[in-house]
Antibody
């Protein structure tokens, strides 16, 4: 069974940094692209970043480019996706979800999601 | 950047009625479009991929159609558990993706 468990959220001051983690199990982690998607309170879904299974390809939303870094550890004992967030702003306040791509014939969509971790940026 | 516009923002219907949700892309995404359902306090759930294919375990009352820039999600007969927010999402330029603003289906 696919399981994704996010952690690392909390309260941080504007300008501060935070690292989110997403522990994965139940699938061959290195074979799947992963994404971070966020949702501000009462708002819609916003894609943040994605990374290929090998880690060789990444992409970021313009709103976080240069401030956030997605990474992953595919080693046997540490199947984890990360999101390093710096220069945080109030508008980064959101629930952050990690999601695993579901692979179809030539297409890929976030098919499995964790339950999310809340990041609050406030002084 | 491809922008997805969903309409209407809110749909007020009764159980048993048919729901028709629209998603329009600012440029062609071919059929690289998905639909998600999200209930309060829960993570999104993938319903439809590649515009018209139901994901595993999704009931047949959910159907998707469209290609290019215009897409539709139809719920043939609303069940009580279908009242939720629905998002479209495009992935024509992997690994990036974008979501629409969402349509809330509420009980009339």
């Amino acid at each position: 069974e696919v399981q994704l468990l996010e952690s690392g959220g909390g309260l941080v001051q504007p300008g501060g940094s935070l690292r989110l983690s997403c522990a994965a199990s139940g699938f061959t982690f290195s074979s799947y692209a992963m994404s971070w998607v966020r949702q501000a309170p009462g708002k819609g879904l916003e894609w943040v970043a994605s990374m290929s299974g090998s880690g060789g390809s990444t992409d970021y939303a313009d709103s976080v480019k240069g401030r956030f870094t997605i990474s992953r550890d595919n080693s046997k004992n540490t199947l984890t996706l990360y999101l390093q967030m710096s220069s945080l702003r109030g508008e980064d306040t959101a629930v952050y979800y990690c999601a695993k791509d579901q692979v179809y014939s030539g297409s890929y969509y976030p098919g499995y999601w964790g339950q999310g971790t809340l990041v609050t940026v406030s002084s | 950047e491809i922008v997805l516009t969903q309409s209407p923002a809110t749909l007020s219907l009764s159980p048993g009625e048919r729901a028709t949700l629209s998603c329009r892309a600012s440029q062609s995404v071919s059929t690289y479009l998905a639909w998600y359902q999200q209930k309060p306090g829960q993570a999104p759930r993938l319903l439809i991929y590649d515009a018209s294919n139901r994901a595993t375990g999704i009931p047949a009352r959910f159907s998707g159609s469209g290609s290019g820039t215009d897409f539709t999600l139809t719920i043939s007969s609303l069940e009580p558990e279908d009242f939720a927010v629905y998002y479209c999402q495009q992935r024509s330029n992997w690994p990036g993706l974008t979501f629409g603003g969402g349509t809330k289906v509420e009980i009339k």
